[in-house]
């Protein structure tokens, strides 16, 4: 049975037995946050991450859930892109695409992909952000109550073992932008070099932010993400850690392995 409990200021925390509990948790909640949006304003505006989450929302594609959602009312963003072709295997798109897209009725001018490839990772960045700019202002995005962002019904990230989220790594200078919704980095810490992503006042303006770690080798970021710890610079800039929704829901789907140095989980053993 999953663990799950809620830390003061770091959201709402729940720990599973192992990958198959947690991706039915993680599909009932995909599930539950649509058909809320969809009821609350029309649409269900969600935000994909790279990396093994696609696999875990694999279930959504299997009944009940593919007959349940309304598919036809999805709106797909990505919270970053690698700069690859669109059928590249490193494609953040074509994962999303080839695992879950094509298998379920989301309409295709409902797909907001970031254009990587024909032109600059810059040029691709403000396309993409000029794109969610007009539908904030067609009010399909809803617009953030407190920040000069969008405020997407849910963004989901998986977390890498150094504690990144989206294509914001720890220490990189992209963790710094305010102004703008999407940056780009040339000279990622991990390939391919060149990236776009969401910043952080977009992640942090989200009605419900997702993030999604599994295994040992996140263990130790998982603990630097969320257990009170001294203000060291290696936990102040952690990115995982400064994902932190100003007004709206920030849960963690992990296994054991994950958890496995989270204080509480330590002491509950
Ligand atoms: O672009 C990337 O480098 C990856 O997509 C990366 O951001 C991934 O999402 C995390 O490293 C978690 O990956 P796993 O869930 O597969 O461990």
């Known amino acids: 049975m999953a663990l ?13 037995e192992d990958l198959e509990e947690l991706s039915i948790d993680l599909v009932d909640y995909i599930a539950e946050i649509s058909e809320a949006s969809i009821k609350e304003h029309g649409a269900f505006c969600i935000v994909l991450s790279g ?12 009944p009940p859930y593919n007959k349940i959602v309304d598919w036809s009312k999805w709106y797909v963003f990505w919270a970053d892109e690698r700069v690859v072709g669109k059928n590249h295997d490193d494609s953040n798109y ?3 695409k080839d695992n879950l897209l094509s298998k379920v009725n989301v309409f295709p001018r409902h797909i907001c992909s970031i254009n990587n490839h024909t032109v600059s990772a810059e040029e691709a960045g403000t396309e993409y952000e000029f794109a969610i700019r007009q539908m904030v202002k067609a009010r399909t995005v809803t617009a953030s109550e407190n920040s000069d962002c969008p405020k997407f019904d849910l963004i989901l990230l998986g977390m890498g073992s150094d504690g990144h989220v989206a294509s914001l790594f720890p220490n990189h200078p992209a963790l710094e932008v305010k102004d703008d919704w999407v940056t780009f980095l040339t000279d990622s810490p991990e390939p391919p070099l060149e990236r776009i992503t969401f910043t952080l006042p977009v992640i942090n303006s989200a009605a419900s932010v997702v993030v999604v770690a599994t295994g040992e080798s996140k263990a130790n970021a998982v603990h630097l993400a969320i257990d009170d710890l001294p203000s060291l610079e290696s936990t102040l800039s952690l990115p995982a850690r400064l994902v932190h929704p100003t007004s709206g829901n920030l849960i963690w789907f992990m296994d054991k392995p994950a958890g ?6 330590k002491f509950s053993e």
Do not use: P, Q
């Open 4 to 16: 799950t409990w809620t830390h003061k200021d770091r959201g709402e925390i729940r720990l599973h």
């Open 94 to 96: 074509k994962l999303a």
């Open 260 to 265: 496995s140095k989270l204080d509480r989980f």
């Open 51 to 62: 990396g093994s989450l696609i696999n875990l929302m694999g279930k959504l594609v299997e």
